[in-house]
C-alpha cells in the first residue's frame, strides 16, 4: 500500500459532509470517500499526493492517502 505521486486524483467536498476522490485517467471513476462531521469548505491534496487537508466548517483534518489496486483509502493522520 503506497500513495504514488504520479497518481491523477482528484478531491472534491461540499454541503454533504463527504470528501470524494475520482481517478482522473479512468474516467472520472470514484475511487474512494470519507465522511466528515460538517460541510467540506475546502479539499488540497500536498505536494507529494500522500495527504490531503480538508477544511470545514467545523474543524482542519488531515488524511493519509493510501492508493490501492483500484481504490484509495483516506485516513486521519
Do not use: M, W
Not at 9 to 35: E, Q, T, W
Amino acid at each position: 500500500e503506497n500513495a504514488l505521486s504520479s497518481d491523477f486524483l482528484l478531491a472534491s467536498g461540499g454541503k454533504g459532509r463527504s470528501i470524494h476522490i475520482y481517478d482522473v485517467k479512468r474516467n472520472f471513476d470514484p475511487v474512494g470517500s470519507v465522511c466528515g462531521s460538517a460541510a467540506i469548505t475546502s479539499v488540497k491534496f500536498a505536494c507529494n499526493g500522500r495527504k490531503i487537508l480538508t477544511s470545514g466548517a467545523d474543524r482542519l483534518q488531515l488524511f493519509d492517502v493510501v492508493r490501492k489496486a483500484s481504490s484509495v483509502r483516506l485516513s486521519p493522520s
